[in-house]
């Protein structure tokens, strides 16, 4: 099972190369999961790009609605609030992330995020998480002797 955040999704959505490589990473049947917060998220990052990058409204909709298709079940942040709000003080991290970290610790899955903090604290605390994604070729290594 994969939990989806709203920086993996809207990559995914966009076709940016990381998010072409994430979604190379599911697998066909594999359930995409995530809290409704992932709603609100999408929404202000298109609105962002409309404003930063000239989206149109209807694009952004479309992109919007295309990512929210990516999840196949949303989980209510009411659910998470209280475990969420208690390990972003104790962990000092965003409690925008820990609401999709709380969610894959819950349900043992892997978080997609392209966001670098929050790999880092998923790989402090024990939680599955994808840390690096490429579809671009490595670098050729220099021989040495």
């Given at each position: 099972m994969i939990v989806l955040d709203a920086c993996a999704i809207v990559d995914m959505v966009r076709q940016t190369p990381d998010g072409l490589a994430l979604q190379q990473l599911m697998l066909n049947d594999e359930p995409a999961i995530s809290c409704d917060l992932i709603r609100a998220e999408t929404a202000s990052a298109f609105r962002k790009l409309a404003r930063t990058e000239g989206l149109s409204a209807s694009q952004a909709e479309r992109y919007c609605s295309e990512a929210?298709?990516?999840?196949?079940?949303?989980?209510?942040?009411?659910?998470?609030?209280?475990?969420a709000l208690r390990e972003s003080i104790r962990?000092?991290?965003?409690?925008?992330?820990?609401?999709?970290?709380?969610?894959?610790?819950?349900?043992?899955?892997?978080?997609?995020?392209?966001?670098?903090?929050l790999m880092a604290l998923c790989a402090a605390h024990g939680v599955d998480c994808v840390a690096e994604v490429s579809?671009?070729?490595e670098p050729s290594g220099h021989a040495t002797s």
């Open positions: 929210i298709a990516l999840v196949d079940e949303f989980y209510p942040m009411a659910e998470l609030q209280t475990e962990l000092d991290h965003s409690t925008y992330d820990l609401f999709y970290f709380i969610l894959a610790r819950r349900t043992g899955a892997t978080l997609f995020t392209l966001d670098r903090k579809l671009r070729p």
